[in-house]
Nanobody, 116 residues
């Protein structure tokens, strides 16, 4: 079965950096675009970044463009999100996502808190 397991969340000061990872299993990882979403308290879940296959083209939400970088390692079945210049408004639960045959699969999420 499809499994997505996020790691790397935590508490960071404004202006700091944090890296997230999502280990995938149960499907042919290299064949699918991978996404990072986030959801802040009281807000809808929003798309943060996407990396398509197989060339690795990337797309970013307007609020994170220029600060976040999505990447993937197909040999390790892992997608990453490097977050720089973090702001308090980046505080959210971050989710890894993949869509396979019109079905959306989600990880359990990892909390990122940006606060001094």
């Amino acid at each position: 079965q499809v499994q997505l397991v996020e790691s790397g969340g935590g508490l960071v000061q404004p202006g700091g950096s944090l890296g997230l990872a999502c280990a995938a299993s149960g499907f042919t990882f290299s064949s699918y675009a991978m996404n990072w979403y986030r959801q802040a308290p009281g807000k809808e879940r929003e798309l943060v970044a996407t990396i398509v296959r197989p060339g690795g083209s990337t797309m970013y939400g307007a609020s994170v463009k220029g600060r976040f970088t999505i990447s993937r390692d197909n040999a390790k079945n892992t997608v990453y999100l490097q977050m720089n210049s973090l702001k308090p408004e980046d505080t959210a639960v971050y989710y890894c996502n993949v869509r396979i045959s019109l079905h959306a699969y989600w990880g359990q999420g990892t909390q990122v808190t940006v606060s001094s």
